[in-house]
T-cell receptor, first 116, second 113 residues
Framework: NAGVTQTPKFQVLKTGQSMTLQCAQDMNHNSMYWYRQDPGMGLRLIYYSASEGTTDKGEVPNGYNVSRLNKREFSLRLESAAPSQTSVYFC???????????????FGPGTRLTVL | DAKTTQPPSMDCAEGRAANLPCNHS???????VYWYRQIHSQGPQYIIHGLKNNETNEMASLIITEDRKSSTLILPHATLRDTAVYYCIVRALLNNAGNMLTFGGGTRLMVKP
């Protein structure tokens, strides 16, 4: 199993350009997440998808859109990139346990994005 | 979700036990304590979680005080590969919105030879 994969690993954009970050998981998990991590800080949730066909905003959704393409794939789109979106982006997936505690989240290796 | 307080950094000698504290004095009865770590430039990795009993797995032990207001993650024999930022997270039971995690600043553990 590859776990959670993300593409690309690195990307440099100019202000105003658009791009889509791809994420896929092969663990048959229902829930998927997008986080961003700025230098020296913890992760912040951008969007999540509790199950296929649903998406919801997290803590910092402005400037982003997401698509849960199918159970495996969850993409993050920047329509008009800004320097403030320079960050490392992590995708994660999990399988919630009904009636019990959260199951662990599995994270991808991250995409390092620089917006000039 | 309850807030957590962790020291920003700690050192540990290789081969010794690393004890990482976390304060969560406002924790509610249905909230679990989770620990994740992030090795430089990688995605976070789940370590362990618990509700009120002490827990142990192949990676670490989690000691939760009787009043549940604080906990300690113990790495019994720290190695250089355990150098990472360790996050203590408190989260309630699953709801229909999914199991979001809120990462604070964490503790940067430096294991030294």
């Amino acid at each position: 199993n590859a776990g959670v994969t993300q593409t690309p690993k690195f990307q440099v954009l100019k202000t105003g350009q658009s791009m889509t970050l791809q994420c896929a998981q092969d663990m048959n998990h229902n829930s998927m997440y997008w986080y961003r991590q700025d230098p020296g800080m913890g992760l912040r949730l951008i969007y999540y998808s509790a199950s296929e066909g649903t998406t919801d905003k997290g803590e910092v959704p402005n400037g982003y859109n997401v698509s849960r393409l199918n159970k495996r794939e969850f993409s993050l789109r920047l329509e008009s990139a800004a320097p403030s979106q320079t960050s490392v982006y992590f995708c994660a997936s999990s399988e919630p346990l009904a009636g019990g505690p959260y199951n662990e989240q599995f994270f991808g290796p991250g995409t390092r994005l620089t917006v000039l | 979700d309850a807030k957590t307080t962790q020291p920003p950094s700690m050192d540990c000698a290789e081969g010794r036990a690393a004890n990482l504290p976390c304060n969560h004095s406002t924790i509610s009865g249905n909230e679990y304590v989770y620990w994740y770590r992030q090795i430089h430039s990688q995605g976070p990795q789940y370590i362990i979680h618990g509700l009120k009993n002490n827990e142990t797995n192949e990676m670490a032990s989690l000691i939760i005080t009787e009043d549940r207001k604080s906990s300690t993650l113990i790495l019994p024999h720290a190695t250089l590969r355990d150098t990472a930022v360790y996050y203590c997270i408190v989260r309630a039971l699953l709801n229909n919105a999914g199991n979001m995690l809120t990462f604070g600043g964490g503790t940067r553990l430096m294991v030294k030879p």
